[in-house]
Every structure is written in structure tokens, then in C-alpha cells.
């Protein structure tokens, strides 16, 4: 049978042959199951309630970018066999941490995701450009407090490089860029409805936005970002940004970019907030 695959099924994987060839055909995957046991997610969640209620005066809470820098309780979750096992059939068995996200809309304004491809925002980062996001609810994710919507197959796009993107409201929108209309329109457009616990993946290069959420319910995810431990950060962003070994061999030959999760890293943030690298 012909497969889209790179790696072979293996017992401990949570992803079947016919779901990796569905991501891999459509660039992103909606996961039915619980990701964590509900006692491990409990704790998730009550630790990222503590982070939301020290947020400094002011803060959105969409912009919770890269915790785990200054966190190091984070990768009890991040380096967890749980989420690992789901991306180790699309990326192999050596696997390195890129990045994660705590996007908290708020209910009644929290703001508009506009549409986007992740490694538009990314580029000149990474190379080669392959990364993973498991999207982690933490609150309910559906249509009423703007749930993601994705546009299935436009990762094969990201290959040859970016969409066009104009400017949009930096005070409506959590970024102040958006992928324009006409190189959008043209492709259907699905949403990710989720139920805390459970998660979906997509590719770096997918399309991919939310709507505001008007709502009384909040909404909140965890991005959880993975690439294979072949690719490179590049030189001129090793000084804001850490990459770190998950799972396996290190195959890019880079040991010395690995940052180490056992201690917070306050001068990776504080060189980000100086090069204004606040989100995504």
C-alpha cells in the first residue's frame, strides 16, 4: 500500500498509519483522545492558572509565548511520552523542542488570531523549516469562543514559501499581520472544535487563523511546537531562542544549542523582550 509516511508505525505510537498519512496529505490532524491522564491535565491546568493570575499588569494573555524558558516545571508535559509518542511517526524517533504557547482568549475580548501560516513568522529561523504543533485545550475550544479554523493542504504551499500579508489592527489582533484575502480565498476553510484534553496537529506551513471570542467562555491552548532534531536554529537567533533535545539523537550536530530544561533560562527571555520577540 502506498503511504506518505517517512517513518514506520512502531507499538508505542499513538498515531496510526492511515491518521499519519491524513496529516501528512492535509497538514494538520484532529487527535480523539484524551492527551494526558485527566489527573496530569488537572495539573497542567492549575499550573497554567497560576501563571495567568501573575501575569503583569497589562499583559495580554494571548501573548504568553515561550514559558517554558523561565519554567522549567513546563516539561514535565513538554518532554512527556503522551505528546512525544504522537509526533514521533511524523518526525522519527529524534525530536527536538522548537517552541510552545499559552494562547489565552479571554472571554468576552479576547482577540482575533488573523490568518496565518506559523513559519511566516519563523523564517530565516530554522532550517530546513519542518515543524509540528500539537495544539492542547485547555479550556473548551469550539465555534462560540473561537475555536481554530484551518485550511486543510495549504502546507504544500509553505514548501515553495510564504503568502502575501498585509497589516491589520494590533489592538483587535493578536498579531498585526494577516494573510491577504485573495491568497486565502480560494481554499475551503474547516474548524478544530476541541474538548479540554484532547488536541490537534498541524504543520508549520499550514493556513491557519481563529475569530475573536465574544463569548462568556474562555479559551485557552497549549502549543506545544516539535521538529526533528536534524534541523538548525540559525546563528544570528541562537541569542533569543533555544531549541531542546526531546527524545533521541541530536542529528544536526548542534549539542551546544541545547538549552538546559532542568534550570529556567531568564537570559534567553530577556534577550527575546530587547529584539521585541513578544509572540509566536
Known amino acids: 500500500m502506498t503511504t506518505l509516511a517517512k ?14 498519512d491524513r496529516y501528512m496529505d492535509e497538514g494538520y490532524l484532529v487527535y480523539p483522545e484524551k492527551i494526558f491522564s485527566d489527573e496530569k491535565f488537572e495539573r497542567l491546568k492549575a499550573h497554567f492558572e497560576k501563571k495567568l493570575a501573575n501575569l503583569p499588569e497589562g499583559a495580554r494573555p494571548e501573548a504568553m509565548d515561550v514559558p517554558h524558558f523561565t519554567d522549567p516545571t513546563l516539561f514535565e508535559w513538554l518532554f512527556a511520552d503522551e505528546v512525544l509518542d504522537l509526533v514521533e511517526p511524523i518526525l522519527g524517533p529524534d525530536i527536538s523542542l522548537f517552541s510552545s504557547h499559552f494562547i489565552c482568549k479571554p472571554k468576552g475580548d479576547g482577540r482575533k488570531v488573523p490568518w496565518h ?7 530565516g529561523m530554522l532550517e530546513p523549516m519542518e515543524v509540528v504543533t500539537v495544539w492542547l485545550a485547555i479550556d473548551p475550544s469550539v465555534l462560540a469562543n473561537g475555536c481554530m479554523h484551518v485550511k486543510p493542504r495549504t502546507h504544500r504551499l509553505g514548501q515553495k514559501g510564504f503568502s502575501n500579508y498585509e497589516s491589520v489592527d494590533g489592538t483587535k ?9 485573495p491568497d486565502r480565498e480560494p481554499f475551503e476553510e474547516l474548524p478544530c472544535i ?26 485557552c491552548g497549549y502549543t506545544m511546537r516539535y521538529m526533528s532534531s536534524a534541523c538548525s536554529l540559525t546563528p544570528a537567533h541562537r541569542e533569543h531562542h533555544q531549541l531542546y533535545l526531546a527524545r533521541g539523537r541530536d542529528l544536526a550536530h548542534q549539542p551546544q544549542n541545547y538549552a538546559d530544561p532542568t534550570r529556567s533560562h531568564d537570559e534567553f527571555m530577556a534577550a527575546r523582550i530587547k529584539k521585541g520577540k513578544l509572540g509566536h
Not at 202 to 216: E, F, P, Q, V, Y
Open 7 to 20: 517513518y514506520e508505525i512502531k507499538p508505542h505510537h499513538r498515531l496510526n498509519q492511515d491518521q499519519v
Open 173 to 181: 489582533n493578536v498579531f498585526e499581520t494577516e494573510i491577504v484575502n
Open 194 to 219: 476541541l474538548q479540554p484534553n484532547h488536541a490537534s496537529v498541524h504543520d508549520g506551513r499550514l493556513m491557519h487563523g481563529s475569530a475573536a471570542n465574544t463569548s462568556d467562555l474562555r479559551r
Open 117 to 123: 501560516e506559523d513559519s511566516f513568522y519563523w523564517k
